[in-house]
């Protein structure tokens, strides 16, 4: 059993940590108050390889293996939760099943220019007002065939990516007769006609990061634009949240990370009672119990990439690497204002701005809730 990184993950690490410092870090305050996406940082992570993490050369893409990926989307989210969660969701929810699952010509026709910056991102579309955890008989956007085309109605809700992107990954449903093979996913360009994008949602947090609603009527695009198998979708959807949840884990690690940072140069530097805050013990269990956490965080996340690099199962450990680290991600966040005491809670410290962005990380992706049944289920052979 080995502990360490790589050579090449370690080079790797420290070229991404170098990047966001100088691209990414020094932009997140304004890229939170403004809601402006950070396309200036954005553009410049395509020759890095950060916009085709997973995909491979032959178009385009860096293909690290999935530590690698998760140590990208860290380190990411240590500069900027906005600019983390559009990436992520880039990389993950969308490139990751066309490359998973798309034919040659659907990778050809994508995957070049989605992975090396020369287009906008890329999206996944599931969530609906009457479908977030429960896809399989909550989503009611449809997709017909006629002739040689498929017809879609219907509309989604906090689609990540929406306004920012090229290209929409859909969860339709294909057979209106319902059950585990009455979905499917559907490429469907967002400059498709028929296709609406409503303002961003006004959120708590990762304001530079867009969250849309979508409308699809009448949306006609080629039969060919199936991704997978028909009637697949449910199974290729659940497939894709498992690496998501992998990224979300180490999302959370990054911001917890910043967050932890900070509040240990804020103990140096406050003083109270004739001595820095860091000599108080209130603090330093803080700060150690930070400390100890996110490095049980990171493992667990590198633990869940590894098992995908490897191709086993991960289900269930991808669904325990994102309860322990947003969980522990909130709490380190949630510490770090406290360590700040009454400027924490003001926007002129970054640690208001990381707990507001970390808040996202239990309920995205699957909430809690959901990751504590995934895991009761694999423990208990339900």
């Given at each position: 059993m080995n502990f360490q990184l790589s050579e090449e993950q370690r080079e790797f690490r420290h070229v991404v940590h170098e990047f966001v410092a100088k691209e990414v870090k020094p932009m997140a305050r304004h890229t939170d108050e403004t809601g402006e996406f950070n396309w200036t940082a954005v553009r410049k992570m395509g020759p890095l390889g950060l916009l085709g993490l997973e995909v491979p050369e032959a178009y385009g893409g860096a293909a690290v293996d999935a530590i690698s990926a998760a140590i990208a989307i860290e380190e990411l989210a240590w500069g900027c939760g906005s600019t983390a969660l559009a990436v992520s969701a880039h990389n993950g929810l969308a490139l990751g099943p066309i490359v998973r699952y798309g034919t040659e010509a659907q990778k050809q026709a994508w995957l070049p220019d989605l992975a090396t910056g020369k287009g906008k991102l890329a999206c996944l579309s599931l969530t609906e007002p009457g479908a977030g955890s429960d896809l399989q008989g909550g989503v009611r956007t449809t997709a017909v065939k006629e002739g040689d085309s498929w017809i879609i109605d219907g509309s989604k809700m906090w689609m990540t990516n929406a306004s920012i992107a090229d290209l929409m990954v859909v969860l339709c449903r294909t057979d209106p007769a319902g059950g585990s093979r009455s979905l499917?996913?559907?490429?469907?360009?967002?400059?498709?006609?028929?296709?609406?994008?409503?303002?961003?949602?006004?959120?708590?947090?990762?304001?530079?990061?867009?969250?849309?609603?979508?409308?699809?009527?009448?949306?006609?695009?080629?039969?060919?634009?199936?991704?997978?198998?028909e009637g697949r979708g449910l199974q290729q959807t659940l497939a894709t949240l498992d690496g998501g949840r992998v990224s979300i884990g180490a999302l959370a690690v990054g911001l917890a990370q910043a967050a932890y940072e900070a509040a240990v140069k804020y103990a140096h530097e406050r003083q109270t009672f004739g001595q820095p805050i860091a000599h108080h013990q209130a603090v330093q269990w803080m700060l150690a119990d930070a400390a100890t956490e996110i490095q049980a965080a990171r493992l667990m996340v590198y633990w869940a990439a590894w098992l995908k690099?490897?191709?086993?199962?991960?289900?269930?450990?991808?669904?325990?690497?994102?309860?322990?680290?947003?969980?522990?991600?909130?709490?380190?966040?949630?510490?770090?204002?406290?360590?700040?005491?009454?400027?924490?809670?003001?926007?002129?410290?970054?640690?208001?701005?990381?707990?507001?962005?970390?808040?996202?990380?239990?309920?995205?992706?699957?909430?809690?809730?959901?990751?504590?049944?995934?895991?009761?289920?694999?423990?208990?052979?339900?």
């Open positions: 499917s996913h559907i490429l469907v360009p967002t400059n498709a006609p028929g296709v609406s994008i409503a303002p961003a949602e006004k959120k708590m947090g990762l304001n530079g990061s867009p969250t849309h609603a979508v409308s699809f009527e009448e949306v006609r695009v080629p039969l060919a634009n199936v991704l997978g198998t690099g490897e191709g086993r199962p991960y289900t269930k450990e991808a669904a325990m690497t994102k309860l322990f680290a947003t969980e522990v991600s909130e709490r380190v966040c949630r510490n770090a204002i406290q360590v700040h005491g009454g400027y924490g809670y003001s926007r002129e410290f970054e640690v208001e701005r990381i707990y507001r962005d970390t808040r996202l990380m239990t309920i995205g992706e699957g909430t809690s809730e959901i990751q504590r049944l995934v895991i009761a289920r694999h423990i208990l052979n339900l």
